[in-house]
């Protein structure tokens, strides 16, 4: 087998290095052919992985977060080369979505990579990006951004908690206008998160019932409530116990369109900024397949 390791050497206190090199040697000494490179700038992990595709490898690994995952999966997506996933980044959410433990040392992450067994998952199209999570609009967005925007020293869920409190206080609900297979909505908003898996910000469970094969959003639509009530919500959301709050709405479709007409907002997904409104997003099915234990 012909294995491409990509690494973001910037992810998790630069833990992802350390695992790639460690599950390259361990590739290496199984008897298959294994070269690891760094990224360098946004969009770097799109261009070599499809220059690693027409080199003819089997799979492309990566060992980072979500925001460098989304941009090799849209390279390999409809390609018979599969994604491996080293989960090294600020919340792995992905991973968590097909099963693979951020905290699985690179013994076993090389074990996964080996057996060969794989998953085909379904991707978020915007445009022309993809994702793989939970696409954010409101509330979450402005959260999103506020982490991707500045160079924290909390990571994971603690980094997009203390983002939140941040953004609570300024925060202005938007309306918002969305259309799906469920009909429509018109209304004043704290969030619309579109999710192709459950979680988002390393464990908060904004869509507990989305699988990420399943050729579905799961859209969770929270209704303006009041300050307090979002801080209270917060442990409901890790849980994934708020869906049965009154102001919270669960849809279901497989595509999605979004106005604000206000003005244009920002949508954030996998961790990164992904376009603005208006904007429509659909289910690309099983479009790519994923190394799994």
Not at 249 to 267: D, F, G, H, K, N
Request: hydrophobic share 45%.
């Amino acid at each position: 087998m012909r294995y491409y390791l990509l690494v973001n050497p910037v992810s998790g206190n630069r833990s992802a290095m350390v695992t790639a090199e460690r599950v390259q040697r361990l590739l290496q000494e199984a008897g298959h052919e294994a070269r690891l490179e760094a990224t360098t700038a946004r969009g770097d992990a799109e261009r070599r992985a499809r220059a690693a595709m027409a080199a003819g490898c089997d799979a492309v690994i990566v060992s980072g977060g979500d925001g460098t995952l989304q941009e090799v999966a849209a390279a390999l997506a409809g390609t018979p080369v599969a994604l491996g996933v080293l989960p090294r980044g600020r919340c792995n959410d992905f991973a968590r979505a097909v099963g693979v433990s951020r905290h699985a040392p690179p013994e076993r992450l090389a074990e996964t990579i080996l057996a060969g067994k794989t998953r085909a998952v379904d991707l978020g199209i915007a445009g022309s990006r993809v994702f793989l999570t939970v696409a954010t609009l409101g509330f979450d967005s402005e959260a999103s951004r506020f982490v991707e925007t500045r160079q924290l020293w909390l990571r994971g869920t603690a980094a997009y908690l203390y983002a939140v409190l941040r953004v609570l206080a300024h925060f202005q609900f938007p309306v918002v206008r969305l259309r799906g297979e469920f009909g429509a909505y018109e209304g004043r908003i704290l969030l619309a998160a579109t999710a192709n898996s459950p979680s988002y910000g390393g464990a908060m469970m904004i869509a507990p019932g989305a699988v990420p094969d399943d050729g579905r959003f799961h859209l969770t639509l929270v209704e303006q409530v009041s300050r307090w009530t979002v801080v209270r919500m917060l442990p409901r959301v890790m849980r994934g116990t708020h869906l049965t709050h009154p102001r919270v709405r669960v849809l279901t479709s497989a595509w999605v369109e979004y106005e604000t007409p206000q003005a244009p907002l920002w949508i954030c997904a996998d961790g990164e900024s992904l376009c603005r409104t208006p904007c429509r997003f659909e289910v690309r099915a099983r479009c790519l397949r994923v190394l799994i234990p």
